[in-house]
Nanobody, 123 residues
Framework: VQLQASGGGLVQAGDSLRLSCAASGRTFSSYVMGWFRQAPGKEREFVGC????????FYADSAKGRFTISRDNAKNTVYLQMNSLKPEDTAVYYC?????????????????WGQGTQVTVSS
């Protein structure tokens, strides 16, 4: 599967952004989809993930209450709605895909990655 993330940009603290990740292929609905982010000089960190049917969603503590992950399997797309953005949310955001049963909170648990989209939040 090939993944294409989009929707990043420069915003002010408190603003919202919605990232999208479009997937190619006919098996999108089989994958667990994750969102990760990586700030300069830091390791890639888990933001959240959504199971293949969308029935379960998991978030990092930093994302709980502000970020929402959803997916539209008919459109082969997963979304990351980010509200109340903070300067510390500044990072390159990546979407990733894996098969059920993996380590959803770890980058090594994912088989496929998108190219990333930059999110910059100014104070």
């Amino acid at each position: 599967v090939q993944l294409q993330a989009s929707g990043g940009g420069l915003v002010q603290a408190g603003d919202s952004l919605r990232l999208s990740c479009a997937a190619s292929g006919r098996t999108f609905s089989s994958y667990v989809m994750g969102w990760f982010r990586q700030a300069p000089g830091k390791e890639r960190e888990f933001v959240g993930c959504i199971t293949s049917s969308g029935g379960r969603i998991f978030y990092a503590d930093s994302a709980k209450g502000r970020f929402t992950i959803s997916r539209d399997n008919a459109k082969n797309t997963v979304y990351l709605q980010m509200n109340s953005l903070k300067p510390e949310d500044t990072a390159v955001y990546y979407c990733a895909a894996t098969f059920p049963g993996g380590e959803y909170r770890k980058p090594r648990g994912y088989n496929y990655w998108g190219q990333g989209t930059q999110v910059t939040v100014s104070s």
